[in-house]
DNA sequence: TCTGGGGTCCTAGGACCC
DNA sequence: TCTGGGGTCCTAGGACCC
């Protein structure tokens, strides 16, 4: 028997606890013991996430963090620092990589990985699972949950039965590890009784269009025919559903996957009115999206600009050029020429700029180093000045930090306004 | 009680080409 | 004079995930 065939229960799902909040609780061991919610504290901000204290109470992340404090006055709140979780995760990430090469990353905190390859080395999935949930607790000092399954969908939905509970005394623990089967009736055993909204893929408008249909549970879904839910929710999902519905899932575990858009996006404490302001702030977003591409080495063709209004309708604008760029000057052109054509009188309460159709970056003239030798001559035409520009910010960035120079538009009375990933991540932090 | 930021995937219509 | 079908690209919107 092949220990790697497809049949054995060889995927795992970890899912990190409360990984910002458990983070945070190790860090400042004080913290220990109480409801902590990690999150944006303004008015305008949602909980990120919340310690097992916090949950007992309601609290959960995504919520509103004005509901989170009625819900538990007495929360402690801790601003996220987002930086720090990129560095646990790319160390958990390493401790994923000792049982296995196949590790596809879904988030900063959960991963699947394939296993199937690594029996004969390692042993059974369930004891690879032990093993690695007990290494995450030595060398990060951190609880994951883990589930084991033959297919991904099942292995998620098996970290979850892994899961703690919460009580206001603070976790209570859960199996840790939980295999799904084997063998079909004991996956169907498992599968069906679960609510809808458990299924990955599941939101509420899905769920509210299977409301009709009388669909509460798994087993529900799993008794409707293919061609009602894809008449329903359309081929994709219809088909992909009623697969799931059954166990079926062939989604492989695949690591190491390109990224498709890069984007940033900010909700604004107060709304934005004055054009200028909103012009201003779309080469900020731009800035600092050209500053991401070009550190992966990438550019992209097409410019998406995204705006919501005060009363939360959310539409988008894009353009796609005819070649790739990896400069803020050129993304804010494209973004501003999209603004001239959306109404701004309502006001604006968030605005997203974002590069997709991505591919290798245009072909670069000179460095600066090139540039300097030549007398501060690139290639002299505009694009070329932009990206010799570009090159020279990215150069000062790197020995000086992100906010050492900037596009002299975005200084203020306050500095240099240079936007980086994980700012504001949680809502604007002032009322 | 008023909703973040970073993404992925799907659908549908129109343009354009063969 | 009326009438093709398929494929690809672009744009916009929507659902969903963590």
């Given at each position: 028997m092949d220990p790697g065939a497809s049949d054995g229960a060889s995927i795992l799902h970890v899912d990190m606890d409360a990984f910002f909040a458990s983070v945070e609780i190790r860090d400042d061991?004080?913290?220990?013991?109480k409801p902590v919610v990690v999150g944006g504290k303004g008015g305008r901000g949602v909980v990120a996430a919340a310690s097992y204290e916090a949950r007992a109470y309601g609290v959960h992340s995504a919520m509103p963090s004005s509901r989170a404090k009625r819900l538990c006055p007495q929360a402690v709140w801790v601003d996220g620092h987002y930086d720090r979780y990129v560095e646990v995760s790319a160390e958990l990430h390493q401790l994923f990589h000792e049982v296995t090469p196949l590790v596809e990353g879904i988030s900063i905190d959960e991963a699947f990985l394939d296993v199937s390859g690594a029996r004969r080395l390692l042993g059974e999935p369930v004891d690879i699972a032990h093993r690695l949930r007990a290494r995450i607790r030595e060398v990060l000092d951190l609880g994951a949950s883990v589930g084991v399954a033959r297919v991904k969908m099942l292995a998620k939905l098996g970290s979850e039965a892994a899961k703690p509970g919460a009580s206001p005394h603070g976790p209570v623990p859960g199996p840790g590890v939980f295999v799904v089967g084997p063998g079909r009736e004991a996956e169907l055993a498992f599968l069906h009784p679960l609510p809808i909204r458990a299924v990955w893929g599941v939101g509420p408008a899905t769920a509210k269009r299977l409301e009709r249909y009388g669909v509460e549970t798994v087993g529900d879904l799993a008794r409707l025919t293919p061609e009602v839910l894809v008449g329903s929710l359309g081929q994709a999902v219809g088909r992909h559903l009623h697969d799931l519905a059954w166990a079926r899932d062939p989604r492989p575990v695949v690591p190491d996957q390109a990224v498709k858009s890069v984007g940033h996006e900010e909700t604004y404490a107060r709304d934005l009115t004055d054009p200028s302001i909103v012009n201003r702030e779309a080469l900020r977003l731009s800035d600092a999206v050209a500053t991401r591409l070009r550190r992966a080495a990438i550019a992209g063709r097409t410019v998406t600009v995204k705006v919501r209004y005060p009363d939360f309708t959310t539409f988008t604008r894009s353009k796609t050029l005819p070649d790739a760029t990896d400069v803020a000057a050129e993304i804010a052109e494209v973004a501003r020429a999209l603004l001239d054509?959306?109404?701004l009188d309502p006001g604006v309460r968030l605005l997203g700029i974002s590069l997709s159709q991505?591919?290798?970056?245009?072909?670069?003239?000179?460095?600066l180093d090139d540039a300097m030798a030549e007398?501060?001559?690139?290639?002299?035409d505009a694009d070329g000045v932009r990206a010799d520009v570009a090159q020279a910010v990215d150069d000062i960035r790197r020995k000086f930090g992100d906010r050492a120079v900037g596009p002299a538009a975005l200084t203020t009375a306050d500095g240099l306004r240079i936007k980086r990933k994980g700012d504001t991540q949680w809502g604007p932090t002032e009322p």
């Open positions: 061991p004080s913290l220990a013991g054509t959306v109404d991505l591919g290798p970056p245009p072909v670069r003239q000179l460095t007398g501060g001559r690139g290639r002299g």
